[in-house]
């Protein structure tokens, strides 16, 4: 597999040369499954539920009992917040926040990886720089880069080191 490795130096795009791209990562077999299971990962990774529901002892009221225990011909009751009376309590609701964190297995997280890479070079949708040298530290720049080339709304910037720079950050 081959790329064309393009500048950032400048708005317009220039094709710099070709790169040779691993096969084991760039050539893998499209596993939409597992891209999916990646991507609900992800979505789930950070997510925490705040419902929550009020028990019968949270209700408000009912404190009394509500008609006597016997000699009314209706069945017995201590409390109007029952979850059986409406306005009342709620048995088995959410209670308190819950988290939806799971760990997919690592070699799931990169068989996804690898298959999305894979998809995005086929799709023409993955550009390699040669570097992230920008001219002048105006975020502007970077958006105009992104607009000209027709990068797409999402753009994931990766150094060398993994870290961004000082005139990339918007």
Known sequence: RQAWI???DSVEEKKLGLIELHPEIFAAQPRVDIIQENIEWQRKYR???FATTKSRAEVR???RKPWPQKGGGRARHGSI???IFVGGGVAHGPRNPKTHFYMLPFY???LGLTSTLSVKLAQDDLHIVSNLDIPNREPEFIRELIKERNWGPSVLIIDEVFFFKEN???
Request: hydrophobic share 15%; glycine share 16%.
């Open 47 to 49: 997510y925490v539920s």
């Open 81 to 83: 917040r029952s979850p």
């Open 61 to 63: 009221g009912g404190g």
């Open 168 to 170: 990339i950050q918007s």
């Open 108 to 110: 799931k997280r990169v």
């Open 6 to 8: 393009e500048n950032t």
